[in-house]
DNA sequence: CTACGCTCAGATA
DNA sequence: TATCTGAGCGTAG
């Protein structure tokens, strides 16, 4: 079982070998999402035997909750964050925002598809009309749910 | 302990 | 409709 942290990520330093397909082979997934295919990345870095050590990059029990549904959110789902709360049994809305905030794998842990209930709500870390909101947006068009 | 935040429902104009 | 308020609560510092 091979683990990437999120700085693997950078392709500038490795805390595990990683072989060169298997970096092509992500760089493609992801071109392939982007480029329209309907493609759950979680699942399919799976599938490349690629796991996420999410356990590494949040630490506190909650956080850990949140992530666990998020991941369960499949391509062209949609969920809010207080659908998130009613499901980990909390009203910390803002809290579930603030850990999607720090998610080092975006696209791939689909903070995206957490709408705020009125509205797309943030993305990345802002809530004004920065390009992190519109890729947002752009994303849940691509994916239907706009 | 404090202050903050990718929120929400309700109030107000 | 749009904008404002305060409740709500987990977390980093």
């Not at 789902?77 to 579930?96: F, L, N, Q, W």
Request: one cysteine or more.
């Amino acid at each position: 079982m091979e683990y990437i942290k999120a700085n693997n990520l950078k392709l500038t330093k490795y805390k595990y070998p990683i072989e060169e397909n298997l970096i092509s082979d992500l760089i493609n997934l992801i071109k392939n999402y982007l480029s329209g295919k309907k493609v759950n990345l979680y699942d399919k870095i799976n599938d490349l035997n690629v796991h996420l050590n999410i356990k590494d990059e949040f630490s506190t029990d909650f956080a850990l909750k949140v992530i666990d549904h998020l991941i369960n959110v499949k391509y062209g789902e949609i969920t809010s964050y207080s659908e998130i709360g009613k499901v980990i049994d909390s009203r910390a809305y803002r809290a579930i925002g603030n850990v999607l905030k720090r998610n080092p794998f975006p696209l791939i842990i689909p903070c995206h598809r957490v709408k705020r209930k009125n509205g797309v709500g943030g993305y990345m870390g802002k809530i004004n009309n920065e390009w992190q909101q519109n890729l947002k947006k752009y994303l849940l068009k691509m994916e239907s749910k706009i």
